[in-house]
Each structure stands twice: as C-alpha cells, then as structure tokens.
C-alpha cells in the first residue's frame, strides 16, 4: 500500500509541479478546454503513471481512474477561475487529485482507516497542542501588546496580518523543536529573528520600538515553549 501510494503521488507531483511550465497554466486559464496542453497535461500524468508503476497493465484501470478524473477536475478549476478566491480554489484542486488517490489505494489494497488512533488521547492532545500554540496564542498576545500603540506602526506600511502569520509559523517551529528535544535550535531561531529586526531597531528615535518588539518576542516564545513542555508533561501521564 505505502509503495504504491508513493508511485501515485511522485507522478501527481511531476505531472502537476515538475512537467508543467507557466505558459501552459497561462494558456489552459485563457483558452480554457480548449488549450491543447490542457491535454498534453493529461499526457503527462499519463506517461509518469505508466513509467512509476513500471509498465503493469493490471494497474490500466486505476491510470484511466486517475487521469480522466484529473482532466474532470482541472476543466471545473477552469471554469471556476477568478470566481473563487484563488489559494482557495488551489487547495481544493489538490485535495480532489488527493481523493481521487487515495480511492485508487482502497481499490488496490483495500487498507483500514484506523479511526480510533485519530481519537486516541494521544491524538487529541497534540491537536489542542496546536491550535493553543497558534490561534490562541495569537489572541493572547493581542490582548496582552494592544495596551501599547506605536507611531512608527502603521497597517499600511506591513503585509495584511504579516505579524500575526510570523508569529503563528515561530511557535510553532518553537513547539516541534520543543518536541524534537532541539533546544540549540530555538536559540538559533531566536537569533535569526533579532538579524531580520535589526533594521527596525535601528531606525528606531528612541528605545520604544525595541522594547514593543522584545516584549512581543518573549510572549511569543515563552507562550510556545510553556505549551510545549506542558504537552509533554501530560503526554507522560496518558
């Protein structure tokens, strides 16, 4: 099963990433199913499919599956081009290719989902874990920095919630190398971040900027590294 998932998802990631150049996503998105490399892509899948799965006709159905519904699924992205918000329509494209694979798998292996490890407290922890380390964390800081309103911090000058996305990405890197008992790492991450700020800080008329930006820091990473040690010290008790 794990081989034969791997064979389908190689192709599926050269036929979609690798073998597929801009100037065919240009010409698929203003011609529609009527652009030729809508088809040559087809191929593509096709071809890495037959190459992957070395050549074995017992598997001519699961390739004819995969491909037909590859074409279905990239005609209605298509269609529904600049009707859906674009990363949006991206990630369902993908999760339908996904699908599509793991319904050919179960037709080949018939695997077992195991539901009750998905459950399992174990599970369950590492997902509370998460969504604290970075959605609730993320609240809590706001509420804990919006006490102090800088000048020199302007929402035009920034990306839209740039801020809250880099601070949900730091934690959560805090929280895996917490998990991965690499604790250099959290330093070198903590470093890293000072180099990208030193332009900030030094542009800085007074200490105010330097100060708003290490009490984020600190809350930041003591919030994820306190979520992190906590999570395993209750792991041990389960």
Not at 57 to 75: A, E, G, K, R
Request: charged share 20%.
């Amino acid at each position: 099963m794990i081989i034969l998932t791997i064979k389908l998802l190689i192709a599926h990631v050269i036929g979609d990433f690798v073998l597929q150049p801009n100037s065919w996503v240009e010409d698929k998105k203003s011609k529609k199913h009527k652009s030729k490399y809508l088809y040559l892509h087809g191929l593509v899948h096709l071809g890495a499919l037959f190459i992957l799965l070395e050549f074995d006709w017992s598997y001519w159905l699961s390739i004819l599956i995969i491909v037909m519904s590859h074409l279905i699924i990239d005609f209605l992205k298509l269609k529904l081009d600049k009707k859906i918000n674009p990363r949006l329509l991206f990630v369902l494209d993908q999760l339908l290719h996904l699908a599509i694979i793991s319904i050919v798998v179960y037709l080949n292996t018939s695997y077992i989902i195991a539901l009750e490890k998905i459950y399992s407290a174990e599970s369950l922890l590492l997902i509370l874990a998460i969504l604290t380390v970075s959605f609730v964390s993320s609240i809590i800081m706001k509420i804990i920095i919006s006490k102090w309103v800088l000048e020199e911090d302007k929402p035009e000058d920034s990306l839209e919630n740039a801020g809250k996305y880099i601070g949900i990405l730091e934690r959560l890197f805090v929280f895996a190398f917490i998990l991965l008992n690499q604790w250099s790492a959290i330093g070198l991450l903590i470093a890293a971040k000072s180099v990208f700020r030193f332009g900030d800080l030094s542009r800085a008329k007074d200490r105010k900027l330097t100060e708003y930006i290490l009490i984020g820091t600190l809350i930041s990473f003591g919030l994820a590294i306190s979520i992190g040690l906590l999570y395993q010290y209750i792991n041990t008790l389960l």
